[in-house]
């Protein structure tokens, strides 16, 4: 099996990385850093979107799996204490998967070329020249104009992150949907909204129209760019899908369990 390690770079991870895929290597397996089967993350959550985002045009041929070297990542299953079982299951158990929905965002400019962007997390769409205006269109109609300081569009996995800040839902990541959630929306007798998280299912597509010409400043998980002249900014379940290698059970509510609600919180 070929395979590849993405470390965060400070001394703990780095230490770490050096340890699993001297290993590993020992063990058979092939160093790939163009095509790996197995992608590992040594890090944080910023670190495992490095990863995904790397390799994103390998969906369909890579799994990824995750190491935490800081406070507990919610990506991360694995720990630095037990680095030494992952290299034993890496090399001998074959690992199941399990595949999260991904959010696809296309960014249309007045004119010249679209881009298109596969998010993990989410998508946050902000502007440094005060509030975005849009009209809001689900499947094809007019839904609400919005005005506020931004909206943020993330997936079941990513609903546990800035979603979760929000005031947004956490949502299961066996269902396939995105999340529409609102921020500082401003409501009067000229703009108002809906008030509360849209769950969009992955036959519904969610269209951003700018109402006022600006330029945006648009998130695709952990990088943020500016855009100028944008006509709309589409929104939906993605065909492609997250592959995660799973050597051992981790259920997702065990995970936001973990990783938001200490084992003390009811004394």
Request: some cysteine.
């Amino acid at each position: 099996m070929k395979f590849k390690i993405v470390s965060r770079g400070d001394e703990r991870s780095q230490k770490i990385k050096a340890t699993m895929k001297q290993y590993l290597i020992e063990f058979g397996l092939e160093y790939d850093r163009e095509e790996p089967e197995l992608v590992i993350s040594v890090g944080g959550d910023g670190t495992f979107l490095e990863a995904f985002h790397r390799y994103n045009h390998r969906l369909e041929s890579t799994a990824f799996i995750g190491v935490h070297t800081g406070h507990l990542g919610f990506y991360a299953d694995w720990t630095p204490e037990e680095v030494e079982k992952l290299i034993i299951e890496i090399a001998k158990t074959p690992f199941q998967i399990v595949e999260y929905p991904l959010l696809e965002v296309i960014i249309r400019p007045k004119t010249g070329k679209e881009d298109r962007y596969l998010a993990l997390n989410e998508s946050m769409i902000k502007t440094a020249e005060g509030s975005v205006v849009f009209d809001v269109q689900i499947k094809g109609d007019h839904f609400e104009t919005f005005r506020g300081d931004g909206l943020c569009v993330s997936t079941p996995s990513g609903s546990t992150a800035y979603n979760k800040a929000l005031g947004g839902g956490i949502i299961h990541p066996s269902i396939e949907a995105i999340q529409l959630t609102e921020m500082a929306s401003i409501n009067n007798r000229v703009f108002r909204t809906i008030g509360s998280p849209l769950i969009l299912p992955n036959h519904h597509t969610c269209l951003l129209k700018p109402m006022v010409d600006k330029s945006f400043l648009i998130s695709i998980d952990h990088v943020t760019s500016t855009f100028s002249d944008v006509k709309s900014i589409q929104c939906r379940v993605a065909e492609e899908r997250v592959r995660f290698a799973r050597f051992r059970p981790f259920p997702f509510w065990d995970r936001v369990r973990e990783s938001f609600i200490s084992d003390d919180a009811d004394l």
